[in-house]
């Protein structure tokens, strides 16, 4: 046997034991970001590939999205963020043929995609695309870069289709699990504001009453006073009082929020308006904004007064988190849905000291703050706003020494007018 044959060999049996060990791994991972791990660590140990994108279906935004990121910092404008409508022709083409795409050995198709789907398969250097299909549907996309040395051969392209063919149930499961888990969440957490929201309700009203007696005897004895320095005393007796006040007053909205005052209006002026606001708090921390707008109009029937509080709310928390200068990108995604009301994605990024996992739990509990002088009712007010559009709110958050920072996103849907 000569010695290429018998490397060929080698070869193939190395593939082959990597195939094996995948698929016993397959049957005992449930969870999703742990697949996604094992999965990305096979192919790159196959083949040694540059980069891999895993695509998921999100039924809610009807497109394909980035799963394999934990923590993506919104892309610039510049960047093409790497994501297909459910729609696109590449995903027509997937679901029709239901075999892989090698970019360099197909020019008539890439022909047959979009301008822009040409683009953004150029600029993230994609060269072969994987469909990852359950019952006849294409549920999400493996779409990977070149090898580091050399090209794919036959054995290679084989090997990681059959692969990833394998991982589509498995994924599908996966998804299936995190979903109950997040919605399972959800719920105690609903639960758990609500029975807060009623012992905070009455705690305020018994604590009001007193508190009012108490400023005004404060003021009275100031007014008979003569003595500077007690009257000194006083003032920052009816501070603190003041300060205890508006606690109460953020109690009250947290547990009896006011009914949406809802007005059709574009949300890209309102976020400007917001950033004009709060420019000077960032210019003096030395963090600067950068605003990415959608292409169209994000046209929402929603209360302005109310998503300023939460935007405000966000985009100071974020100044605060970046002690030492920084950047918050701003992202606005029109998500439009066929044939009924779209949603509108917005996510801030930060690039500051991040959140512990253990905290991130409990960021929406009231009185939950790692700041010296915070209430921590905020964000649980901002999140009871949001759900009261019928949206949605998401932190997610790196902590460590080299890699760092907070991503929160808001879900909300578009003016129901507004149809693809």
Not at 164 to 170: D, I, N, Y
Not at 346 to 371: A, M, Q, S
Not at 411 to 417: H, S
């Amino acid at each position: 046997m000569s010695l290429i044959r018998k490397l060929f060999h080698r070869e193939e049996d190395s593939y082959r034991q990597a195939l094996m060990e995948f698929s016993r791994s397959l049957t005992l991972i449930v969870d999703f970001d742990q697949l996604l791990e094992n999965l990305e660590g096979k192919l790159r140990e196959i083949a040694d590939i540059t980069k891999i994108h895993i695509l998921l279906h999100e039924p809610e935004a009807h497109r394909f999205e980035a799963a394999n990121q934990k923590h993506p910092l919104a892309p610039s404008p510049e960047t093409p963020p790497l994501s297909f409508l459910s729609d696109d022709r590449l995903i027509q083409w997937l679901a029709v043929n239901e075999m892989p795409l090698v970019v360099e050995g197909n020019p008539g198709v890439m022909h047959f995609l979009s301008t822009r789907e040409q683009e953004m398969l150029a600029y993230h250097g994609i060269q072969i695309i994987v469909p990852l299909i359950v019952m006849n549907r294409v549920n999400g996309l493996v779409l990977l870069g070149a090898k580091s040395r050399g090209l794919f051969s036959k054995n290679e392209i084989d090997l990681l289709v059959t692969l990833l063919s394998q991982s589509a149930l498995a994924f599908e499961n996966a998804l299936l699990y995190k979903e109950q888990k997040q919605r399972l969440k959800k719920m105690f957490r609903s639960d758990r504001l609500a029975t807060i929201g009623q012992i905070a309700a009455g705690a305020a009203h018994e604590i009001r009453n007193p508190l009012t007696s108490i400023r005004s005897t404060i003021q009275y004895l100031k007014k008979k006073d003569s003595d500077e320095e007690r009257r000194e005393m006083m003032d920052e007796l009816i501070i603190e009082v003041d300060r205890i006040d508006d606690i109460i007053r953020g109690l009250l909205s947290f547990s009896k929020p006011v009914k949406p005052q809802k007005e059709r209006f574009n949300l890209v002026d309102l976020m400007e308006k917001t950033l004009n606001l709060t420019i000077a708090t960032a210019r003096r921390n030395q963090v600067t904004f950068d605003f990415i707008r959608p292409e169209n109009e994000s046209l929402i029937l929603a209360d302005p007064q109310q998503l300023r509080q939460v935007f405000m709310n966000i985009i100071l928390n974020a100044v605060q988190a970046m002690p030492n200068g920084g950047t918050l990108t701003i992202r606005m995604d029109a998500m439009p849905l066929p044939d009924r009301p779209g949603r509108i994605r917005l996510t801030f990024c930060d690039t500051g000291t991040g959140i512990p996992e253990k905290e991130l739990e409990h960021i929406f509990d009231p009185f939950y703050t790692t700041k010296n002088d915070g209430t921590g009712l905020g964000l649980s007010i901002s999140y009871g706003i949001i759900q009261q559009h019928g949206g949605d709110i998401e932190v997610k958050s790196r902590y460590a020494q080299d890699d760092v920072g907070t991503t929160l996103t808001l879900i909300l849907p578009a003016d129901e007018r507004i149809v693809s």
